[in-house]
């Protein structure tokens, strides 16, 4: 069983940073693994947002956020980051990590396809 645990969120103005954490455990390694965020805001379905495959061989971006967003993970730490830049009002919402497993390291866009997930950390970004 995979335990994941995001922090970091806050509220920010537009424009501003922030910078996330996702701490795994039970496991060891990312590798085999695709680590992956996902937003949600009121009243609307669970987005992706960006995702990395096993040893940031590859990374993925949500055209929203292409060119402010960046994932990133540290397997030593088993942790996964992802920094916000140039934050918009739409860019709020709860943001969850999410885990999959893959031996192909086939990277999906879809949350049902994840199999473990975080509780969220709450970003709001004031106009």
């Known amino acids: 069983q995979v335990q994941l645990v995001e922090s970091g969120g806050g509220l920010v103005q537009a424009g501003g940073s922030l910078r996330l954490s996702c701490a795994a455990s039970?496991?060891?390694?990312?590798?085999?693994?695709?680590m992956a965020w996902f937003r949600q805001a009121p009243g609307k379905e669970r987005e992706f947002v960006a995702a990395?495959?096993?040893?940031?061989?590859?990374?993925y971006y949500a055209q929203s956020v292409k060119g402010r967003f960046t994932i990133s993970e540290d397997n030593a730490k088993n942790t996964l980051s992802l920094q916000l830049n140039s934050l918009k009002p739409e860019d709020a919402a709860v943001y969850y990590c999410?885990?999959?497993?893959?031996?192909?390291?086939?990277?999906?866009?879809?949350?049902?396809?994840?199999?473990?997930w975080g509780q969220g950390t709450q970003v709001a970004v004031s106009s």
């Open positions: 990395i495959r096993w040893r940031g061989s590859m990374t």
């Open positions: 039970g496991r060891t390694t990312f590798s085999n693994y695709v």
């Open positions: 999410a885990s999959k497993t893959t031996l192909s390291g086939t990277v999906t866009t879809t949350a049902a396809e994840y199999d473990f």
